[in-house]
Every structure is written in C-alpha cells, then in structure tokens.
C-alpha cells in the first residue's frame, strides 16, 4: 500500500521546517530506507529560474537546507543540482541563498555540464535518454518538487521535476520532438522510470497556482510532503489542489503502469485529506490535446488547434528584450524584428507548437496566452 506522509508547516521560519521535515523523515522511516540503496545522494529541487523565493517558482532553499541538515547528520553525502533552460544553475542558486546553504554544510553543487546516454528498457516511447552525468555518479536521487500549476501540463510536481536532468536547452528539443501533449507526457514518465527517485519530498508551503510554473501567483497551502513512492506523492497534491488524476497527463501515462486499484490504495499520513484540500486553487483551465486531429485530419488541424488550444501573444511593452523566448524556441518559430525603430519579438504562428516554454521562462511576464480563431 502506496502511503504518502504530510505535516502542516505554516512559514518558511528555519526552525519550523526543519521540525517538519524530521517529522516527515521519522514517518516514513526515510533514513533507513536510504542506507539500503547506497550513501551519495543527488538531491534535485526546482531550479526554473533566478527569481526570489517569495514568488514560489523554486524548491524554497530553506526547505532544500532542512533535508541537507538531516541527510548530513545521518552521514550521506550529497549533491544539489538542476538544470535550468536558459539561465545558469549557479545564478539560480545565487539568487535564492541556496548558494550560502550549500556552502555553509559543505555540500557540492552537481556539475550538470557534462551528459552520458542511458539505455530506459522500461520505457514506454523513449528507449534511450541522455542525462547529466551527476544522475549515474550517485546512488540515489531524492526529487524535491515545489507545487505548481502549469499551463502546458497543468500540474507540476515530483515527476515534472525530474525533466531538469535532461540539460539545459535539449529539454525544448523534447518538445519538438514530441508537440502532442498526450506524448511529451509519456516522455516524462519514461524518464521518471529511468530515474526511479527513492524519495521525493515536495514544498507546499507556498505553492503557485494560476499560469505556473512562473508566471503564476503564490498560494498559502502550509504542507510539506513526502514518499518513496513519488507516483503516489503527486497523485495526492494535484487531488489537495483540486484536480481529478485524469486530468494530469503525466499522472495518467504513469497509473496506466500500476496495477489496477492502485489509487484507491494510496494512505495518507499525518493530515485528513479531506480537510486539507483547497477547494479555491486557481487550476490552469484543461485545453484538447489537437494531435488526433492532426493526425487524421491535417486540414483541420490549424484551424481547430486555434480555436482549442491557447497562443502566445507579447506584451511589447513589458518586452525587456532579453531574448530568452528565442533561444529556448527549438520550432525556431521566434525572432527579432524592427517595429518603429524598436527591436521586438516576432512570432510565426505556422512554426510554433504551442509548447508555452517561451511563456514559461520569461523573467518579467511579457507573454500572455490567449485564443484566437485566425
């Protein structure tokens, strides 16, 4: 039986999360479990981008320093890393504090400059994946989520998370090579079966809700999270939050693997589910998935992903020109153009694949998704 722990923490104050996350820890009996499978742990916490940690788009650092201050004391040795698409890991870290923790416990940042191929038997799509070289030189990783909300996916959390092995700008390739988002969904899960986290430990303290996973607003929520089953651990968040699994993609790709009454079977520990769930959580809105469409009948296919499925559009004003949605574009569907002697964002809407990563990484919120019929 899947259980997945949950403790009520109501401020990122250092002592209480610390509290909560050994709390979390005694539990699940984690340490333990840990010591089977080996002592170098590759931690992974939600690095997306260099924004403070009031605005809830990364692994808040001092949840990251509670489970290092434990792991540490219990005599495994660590490394943290992520791989943003854009930015560099070590600005992120920088502009969150997480630099300072790792300094002050003397843990490594992972080098996720270097990749190697991985054979996935056990995949579903994607048989094959190149990863950070960190992932094979531990024995072990523990995702550390934050819980969001996603405008492609809808919801991201501990599986989401584990995307940031594949480095930095392969991961648009991804969403090239698989648009549809029933397929980019098993892609995700076939690497989660690749990765197979020992545990994940998600920060709810503040969560994000509305269009995440950056460009959303942070929520209260005041849980922090945890299991060795990390299906089971995101099955249960996106259902505190408001969403039916059927809705979540990944989620779905993933409890097709299970045996059936696998969901029903999920325990929580620690809180009453029924109480803790948010009844008001901004969900991003559930869009049709056009690639059946496309598929079986291709002349429809423009008119009606247009009519079901959003669109960037750009707010020149908010526009600092930093061009981070041009080089994140595998569809290469962006450019620069001259619009009044000013240099704006230009998009080919033929090219773009409607994959939101241009909306996603913008640092100042200058993308907006809309529909449009033409």
Not at 162 to 179: A, D, I
Not at 256 to 275: F, H, N, Q, T, W
Not at 304 to 323: D, E, M, T
Not at 350 to 373: D, G
Request: net charge positive; charged share 25%; with cysteine.
């Amino acid at each position: 039986m899947p259980k997945v722990y949950a403790v009520r923490c109501e401020s990122y104050h250092h002592d209480e999360v610390l509290a909560a996350v050994r709390n979390l820890f005694t539990l699940g009996g984690f340490l333990e479990k840990l010591r089977q499978r080996g002592q170098k742990i590759l931690l992974k916490p939600n690095l997306l981008s260099s924004q403070v940690p009031e605005r809830a788009v990364t692994t808040h650092p001092v949840v990251v320093e509670a489970v290092i201050a434990i792991l540490k004391e219990a005599g495994f040795s660590l490394e943290v890393g992520d791989s943003p698409a854009i930015e560099d890991m070590m600005a992120v870290m920088r502009k969150i504090g997480l630099d300072e923790v790792l300094q002050k416990y003397g843990v490594d940042p992972a080098s996720f400059k270097e990749t190697v191929w991985q054979e996935n038997p056990r995949g579903v799509l994607v048989k094959r994946f190149e990863v950070v070289k960190a992932l094979v030189e531990n024995d072990m990783v523990i995702s550390l989520p934050k819980l969001k909300t996603h405008t492609q996916m809808f919801y991201t959390g501990a599986i989401k998370n584990l995307f940031g092995l594949v480095q930095g700008l392969q991961k648009s390739r991804f969403h090239l090579q698989f648009p549809e988002r029933e397929r980019f969904a098993q892609m995700i899960v076939d690497l989660y079966l690749l990765v197979n986290p020992v545990m994940s430990l998600m920060d709810a303290v503040v969560a994000m809700e509305g269009e995440g996973p950056q460009g959303g607003s942070p929520r209260k929520v005041g849980l922090l999270l945890a299991s060795d089953d990390t299906l089971a651990l995101d099955i249960v968040a996106s259902q505190l939050i408001g969403y039916k699994v059927e809705q979540i993609p990944i989620l779905q790709k993933a409890l097709a693997l299970m045996p059936e009454g696998y969901k029903e079977s999920i325990e929580i520990v620690g809180i009453d589910r029924e109480e803790a769930r948010i009844g008001d959580f901004v969900l991003v809105k559930e869009v049709s998935d056009t690639g059946f469409i496309k598929e079986r009948f291709p002349w429809l296919f423009a008119l009606a992903r247009n009519l079901l499925v959003p669109r960037p559009f750009f707010l020149h004003q908010k526009c600092i020109r930093c061009g981070r949605c041009i080089q994140i574009c595998s569809a290469q569907a962006l450019s620069w153009r001259m619009k009044g002697g000013q240099k704006q964002v230009a998009i080919d809407y033929t090219r773009c694949i409607r994959c939101f990563c241009c909306h996603e990484i913008c640092p100042v919120e200058a993308i907006e998704l809309r529909r449009k019929l033409w």
